[in-house]
């Protein structure tokens, strides 16, 4: 069997705790000889800073090119937020996403029907949701120039960021919506500001006319980002794929992260360039940040780190099959009324950490 490798960068918080969840299903996939994978780890974050004053270093940057994935526990803290942009842990997750190319952020939001009653909005507005947000994740205000924070001389200062989009940049992105949308109900909503903002008019020129050209079985509609706001609180059902830039994708993953009740529940696949029919070392990461007030005291919730490691299995190693069983069993363990404090209620049984990776992973063992 094939090996493959892949790079762990469990950084900060509840990062480490969480990816240690996943290397249980790891050694079972690998034991059983269901998958061949071979983990090499390495810092990022406000654990590389600690260590080496840098939060990443150049070499892992080269090894996470060369592997065939990379998964990403969390990276950031209080101890760190005091640093100049430059040397902040954010900058190592920043930089991997930028050298990579992996300019489509997938965040998928789906409600478990046990879960329900954990959304602060009604069950039956988010029963059954099941909403992807295809997010782009190298260019915009995140990585524009002129950036910066400008001395005026007179006791003024001017803090600047800049806006900018290709046309290549957002037809590659609307490329992976679009395709995805292909195998899903084939509804794409395309969110940006066009009334305000001229990237945002590009951004809509764009992918209207690539829809058009290649995609016209493809429902496209076209909505302001304030309004998707809005709208996915209000009737977030109404959505399949929502696909928009890298500051809206932010701020629009959040609010549908939290329609489902906890964002730890959520994972995300970042990806970039088609080799093969793989995609070429995907970075999987939660959406949620690295919790540092839960850190260490095996209460953080392992599930979208779980859920993105089976991103990994489903994009970058082609097993959807394999992919479905780790979905099932979480769903399964859920079912069964286990919770993490994250998503307890009355009725549930509380477990740690390692115990409801120990749970899932058991799930997953009575596939095979
Ligand atoms: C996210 C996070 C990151 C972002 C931070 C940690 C840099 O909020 O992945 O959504 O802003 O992209
Ligand atoms: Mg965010």
Known sequence: ????????????????????????????????KILNIAIEED??????????????????IENAKKSDAVLLGAV???????????????????????DLELFANLRPAISFDPLIHASSLK??????????????LT????????????????GQRRGINTQVYTTDEIKRVAQVAFELA??????????EKSNVMESGKLWKEEVEKLGKIKYPNIDLKHMYADNCAMQLIRNPKQFDIILTDNLFGDLLSDAAAMLTGSLGMLPSASLGKINNGNYSSGLYEPVH?????????NIANPIATILSFSMMVFYSFNNQNLSKI?????????????????????????????????????EIEKNF
């Open 1 to 32: 069997m094939d090996e493959n490798k892949i790079l762990v960068l469990s950084g900060d918080g509840v990062g480490p705790e969480a990816v240690d969840e996943v290397k249980k299903i790891i050694n079972f996939f690998n034991k059983k």
């Open 43 to 60: 810092l990022v974050g406000g654990a590389c800073i600690d260590e080496h004053n840098v939060p990443i270093k150049d070499e892992t």
């Open 76 to 98: 950031g803290g209080p101890k760190w937020d005091n640093l100049p942009f430059d040397k902040r842990p954010e900058q190592g997750l920043l930089r991997l996403r930028s």
């Open 123 to 136: 069950p039956e507005i988010i029963k059954g949701l099941d909403i992807l947000i295809v997010r782009e």
């Open 139 to 154: 260019g915009g205000v995140y990585f524009g120039k002129p950036r910066g924070i400008e001395d005026l001389g007179n």
């Open 182 to 191: 292909k195998k899903r109900k084939k509804i794409l909503t395309s969110v």
């Open 289 to 297: 940040g690295s919790a540092p007030d839960i850190a260490g005291k």
């Open 326 to 362: 780790i979905d099932k069993s979480v769903k399964k363990v859920l079912d069964n009324g286990f919770r993490t404090e994250d998503i307890m209620d009355k009725e549930s049984k509380k477990v740690g950490t390692k115990e409801m990776g120990d749970l899932i992973t058991k």
